[in-house]
């Protein structure tokens, strides 16, 4: 293992030796002129039933560019596979085919150079579609040896660092970040279908708001005051539904300056929607059925494997009130001890929980129910689940029950004992939802560093009216662990949060 970097040092070297011998002689190694015309899967796909004898009747000329992963040099011919964004694909070159003097150039190319070839697709005696090269150009010189196969991508700290590397070697890992790309693209249509108008909202704001997290912090030198990189875009969005969109929704990015974990990075991506004129059932609903969608068209079924276990979106979700929840685990209490601050305060400390933390030294009953379903519950609830009927106290953009003003019309949906998505009946009127932000700007006074700021503006927004609504928040990044079956939230984050990296 000591030996490696001295090893990679050594081919770095020969590497730039022979750029450098390139350069001598006034040959590119870099050029901007190559323009290919096909992509390998593509070929494989279209041509992999013809036969060798209709292939040599065809005479089907090509173009490809890609990374050369694999090279055999067998005296008069030699063999390559190259690797571009689709796939890979053989390819056979002579000097009768592309010359002496490119053949021989060959040989001295290096595993991960770039190549450029044109020729004909035939089929080898084993029955591999190939291309017959008839001209061949060195299109990148790749100065670093990509890492061996069976060990160098063993190592997760490089895989997330050098996430170049990490694509250019794993196939599975090129899949992954398809399939994200492919389920924004599914839910952004599934929004546009039912109507929905998309919108950006701003990245920076003078007070955050929209979420109980800790801000970053940033200065804004012409303004002359400190900015926050966003929490949420709740506030912005409900903003535009006082102004008169009655649909909207973004996909963008949050920050939130805590943890790191499997399933937390600062820095993620949100998918947040509100709707005039409906409330939290009506989004439950909506949502149930927007995850399924999603994850058929993306996957080609709603009943998904997830670490070994299935994950049942076919059916409807259960929903549960967090007392509920807790009884499916522990039925020996019951819903009148999970009622009581001191049954729960006691059960709290037995687990291990901190009363005395500023998030919940004055906590009412509905806070430490909170934290006793995060402590007992919520990693329990593998198959979907919405949990409903949070209490006000957790919930300050939420509208309170009309049958009870101690809890909000308010729903999180777990899956795989995961938070996956966050939603309400919003509130609307403007002197309660003044009165619940000075409650937070209190709790902000005694230490709670994630209770929300006092906003002025958004107060006055509501004094316009702001017409019935419903909001929800879904976390594409678990989704995406989700449909890709992946644990850890850095295997579908293309470059996650990291230290810095230490100079060598």
């Known amino acids: 293992m000591n030996d490696q970097p001295q090893d990679e040092n050594h081919l770095i070297a020969e590497r730039r030796e022979k750029l450098s011998a390139l350069r001598k002689l006034r040959q590119a190694a870099f050029p901007n002129d190559v323009r290919p015309n096909d992509h390998a899967h593509e070929l494989l796909d279209h041509y992999h039933q013809e036969t060798r004898e209709s292939l040599e009747t065809l005479q089907k000329k090509v173009s490809l560019a890609g990374r050369m992963m694999l090279k055999r040099v067998q005296g008069k011919a030699s063999f390559a596979t190259l690797q571009d964004a689709s796939g890979r694909i053989q390819i056979y070159l002579n000097d009768e085919g592309v010359g002496g003097e490119t053949h021989e150039a060959f040989k001295h190319w290096d595993i991960g150079d770039i190549v450029w070839v044109e020729g004909i697709l035939f089929k080898t005696m084993k029955g591999e579609l190939s291309i017959r090269a008839s001209a061949l150009r060195l299109v990148t010189k790749a100065l670093r040896p990509l890492p061996d196969k069976f060990h160098g991508l063993a190592d997760q700290e490089m895989r997330y660092r050098q996430r170049y590397v990490d694509l250019i070697m794993n196939q599975e890992s090129r899949e992954t970040f398809l399939k994200r790309s492919r389920i924004t693209t599914t839910l952004r249509q599934l929004m546009h279908q039912a109507e929905f108008l998309e919108v950006e909202t701003p990245m920076m704001h003078p007070i955050p708001g929209g979420a109980s997290a800790k801000p970053f912090v940033t200065h804004h030198n012409a303004l002359a005051q400190d900015m926050y990189l966003r929490v949420a875009p709740e506030l912005y969005l409900k903003r535009l539904i006082v102004g008169g969109f009655e649909r909207v929704f973004e996909i963008n990015r949050n920050f939130r300056n805590e943890g790191i974990s499997p399933r937390h990075n600062p820095e993620f991506t949100m998918m947040e929607f509100y709707a005039a004129y409906t409330d939290y059932r009506w989004l439950m609903d909506f949502t149930e059925q927007l995850l399924r969608d999603t994850a058929i068209a993306v996957c080609g079924h709603a009943k998904l494997s997830y670490q070994g276990q299935i994950v049942d979106l076919e059916s409807p979700f259960a929903r549960l009130t967090m007392v509920e929840a807790i009884r499916i685990e522990h039925p020996e209490w019951s819903a009148s001890q999970l009622n009581d601050m001191d049954f729960v305060s006691t059960q709290l400390r037995s687990l291990g929980e901190d009363l005395k933390v500023p998030a ?52 999180e949906l777990f899956i795989t004992g995961r938070e996956i998505a966050n939603g309400f009946s919003e509130l609307n009127d403007p002197e309660d939802q003044a009165a619940r932000f000075h409650a937070q700007a209190a709790a902000k006074d005694a230490g709670d560093e994630e209770a929300m700021f006092y906003d002025a503006d958004y107060v006055r927004a509501l004094e316009y009216g702001m017409p019935p609504t419903g909001g929800c928040g879904i976390g594409i990044d678990r989704l995406s662990m989700l449909l890709t079956d992946r644990a850890n939230i850095r295997d579908v984050i293309l470059f996650p949060a990291l230290k810095r990296e230490e100079p060598a």
């Open 360 to 411: 919940l030294r004055h906590a009412g009953l509905g806070s430490l129910q909170l934290a006793l379903f995060e402590a007992s519950a919520e990693s329990k609830l593998w198959q979907p689940s919405f949990i409903v009927d949070y209490p006000v106290e957790v919930s300050p953009l939420a509208r309170a029950s009309d049958g009870n003003p101690a809890i909000t019309e308010r729903f």
